[in-house]
């Protein structure tokens, strides 16, 4: 198909390459955002914002005594459909003189580009970190000072630890601390001995180590007031989709532009036994959940 742009070089552009392209840049730059702290897990077409996706959550069956004559009443396995609205829609959009020139060059490789998918990585991943760590139960503040800054934090880690296991939360865990709670918690034995740190490609996903039963990453999109937080992914939804790259001509310039828009929203999810369900089968979400905890550090001057 020919498209009738003052740039002979653009009529083979080809967007399905720069969608490709433009994953493989985005999704190692994210953190809150990541499969390691949520989950995709819902049903639904996104098009535009505003749309409705849908989350199923599978009630727990209960545990039933076997005793003759009676023998066993078989359970109908019974969801709870929770929704999710998409929120948000960004766009990148570069300005290009060839874009079949810039394609064959890798441009999204290119400084500018690489900044512009970086400013929506990081719109993305403040977000999402907005969205968790309003719904995360808050621990008590921990206290950190030169002298015992590594202890007290590492110590902080393992009760929120404690407090997940209190509530059934499963492996696969994860805890996100900010640059500062990282610069001191590496200098503790269990961390800096841990066999993820310093391995090739750790910083991916802003990973730093795997210990405890966590993966613990940081990132400098931490939410205010808050230093640390861990849960578990199956807590907390991302649903995203990029609408695909679009090629046109610019209105002002000789030249095209190349743009995507990116659709996107997340919702905390609840379980039955972990939050209070009400009488029309949905639950409550005013409260916090019990499957994500947070805290924030007092800094000792």
């Not at 996903?205 to 613990?216: D, I, K």
């Amino acid at each position: 198909m020919t498209f009738p742009y003052q740039n002979p070089g653009s009529t083979t552009f080809t967007p399905e390459i720069w969608d490709s392209a433009l994953l493989t840049e985005f999704d190692p730059l994210l953190v809150w955002c990541s499969r390691l702290v949520c989950n995709n897990k819902y049903e639904g077409d996104i098009k535009q914002r505003g749309d409705i996706v849908h989350i199923n959550s599978l009630l727990r069956p209960t545990v039933g005594d076997y005793r003759l004559p009676e023998g066993m009443t078989s359970q109908r396995p019974e969801t709870v459909d929770q929704v999710l609205e998409i929120s948000e829609a960004k766009y990148l959009q570069v300005l290009v003189e060839n874009a079949e020139a810039l394609q064959s060059a890798g441009g999204l490789k290119s400084p500018i580009n690489q900044q512009m998918i970086r400013a929506m990585a990081r719109d993305a991943d403040t977000f999402m970190g907005n969205v968790i760590a309003k719904g995360a139960t808050a621990l008590p503040d921990i206290k950190a000072g030169a002298a015992n800054a590594p202890q007290a934090l590492f110590s902080a880690i393992l009760d929120m630890m404690l407090a997940l296991d209190g509530n059934d939360v499963p492996d696969g865990r994860y805890v996100v601390v900010s640059p500062r709670v990282k610069r001191h918690l590496i200098e503790h034995p269990a961390i800096a001995n841990a066999g993820a740190y310093g391995e090739g490609g750790v910083t991916t996903n802003g990973v730093v180590a795997r210990l405890a039963g966590f993966t613990v990453l940081s990132t400098t999109a931490m939410p205010k007031g808050v230093d640390i937080v861990a849960g578990h992914p199956e807590f907390s939804t991302f649903a995203s989709q990029f609408q695909g790259f679009r090629l046109g001509q610019s209105e002002k310039y000789r030249a095209n532009y190349i743009d995507t828009l990116h659709l996107f929203g997340s919702k905390i999810l609840r379980f039955p036994g972990l939050d209070t369900k009400k009488a029309d089968n949905t639950f409550d979400e005013s409260k916090p959940t019990k499957g994500i905890v947070k805290a924030a550090v007092e800094w000792a001057a």
